[in-house]
């Protein structure tokens, strides 16, 4: 099982629609959950992060977190062209006992996501 | 806003050639990164420092090593360049405390071994 992975892509929606990424990981100890955007030929920008169970939102953005299921998702509301791009789901994945993760992160895949008008 | 530089954006290099790429970041992050990223294989954490002089190896360090001589500048040096190498290299910093271990990106190096 990979530590973290996203659902598989390509996600197309239409414009003005609810885009759903999701993203589950396998590390029951994990603290923080982050969503980056990357467009094509561009670096990952950060969108939001969270860390505690619940909903986060930000603008457009909702990011979703449930420990239990280990599950994280993100939501994005009024999907605009703008808003196409690939989405990758990052996780502080708890270090080795004794140790620390330094702020180490594990990326998914990452899920590409197409809003058409 | 946090800046992270990386110098050399293009770079087409030999096999065998010894290749640096340099990274730069502004905002006294005590830890630093390099991922390359590949299609299909996403992001993967090649070495990371957490302070000067100090690395530890990420999921993917062999063909690669890194210097980090000052705080705010972290190397990642190819010994003898391979075409399995050519991947774009992600830069990145982060602090230890704040910002949620927020990690930010620099704009990324494209290199191609031929």
């Known amino acids: 099982q990979k530590e973290v992975e996203q659902n598989s892509g390509p996600l197309s929606v239409p414009e003005g629609a609810i885009a759903s990424l999701n993203c589950t990981y396998s590390?029951?100890?994990?603290?923080?959950f982050f969503w980056y955007r990357q467009y094509s030929g561009k670096s990952p920008e950060l969108i939001m992060f969270?860390?505690?169970?619940g909903d986060k939102e930000d603008g457009r953005f909702t990011a979703q977190l449930n420990k239990a299921s280990q599950y994280v998702s993100l939501l994005i509301r009024d999907s605009q062209p703008s808003d196409s791009a690939t989405y990758l789901c990052?996780?502080?994945?708890?270090?080795?006992?004794?140790?620390?993760?330094?702020?180490?992160?594990?990326f998914g895949q990452g899920t590409i996501l197409t809003v058409h008008p | 806003d946090v800046k992270v530089t990386q110098s050399s954006r293009y770079l087409v290099k030999r096999t065998g050639e010894k290749v640096f790429l340099e990274c730069v970041q502004d905002?006294?992050?005590?830890?630093m990164f390099w991922y390359r990223q590949d299609p299909g294989l996403g992001l993967r954490l090649i070495y990371f420092?957490?302070?000067?002089?100090?690395?530890e190896k990420g999921d993917i360090p062999e063909g690669y090593s890194v210097s980090r001589e000052k705080k705010e500048r972290f190397s990642l040096i190819l010994e003898s360049a391979s075409t399995n190498q050519t991947s774009m290299y992600l830069c990145?910093?982060?602090?230890?405390?704040?910002?949620?271990?927020?990690?930010?990106f620099g704009e990324g190096s494209w290199l191609t071994v031929v």
């Open positions: 990145a910093s982060s602090p230890t405390q704040g910002s949620g271990n927020t990690i930010y």
């Open positions: 590390d029951r100890g994990s603290q923080s």
């Open positions: 969270i860390y505690s169970n």
């Open positions: 990052a996780v502080n994945l708890s270090p080795r006992a004794g140790g620390t993760s330094y702020g180490k992160l594990t």
């Open positions: 905002m006294d992050h005590e830890n």
């Open positions: 420092s957490y302070d000067v002089k100090m690395k």
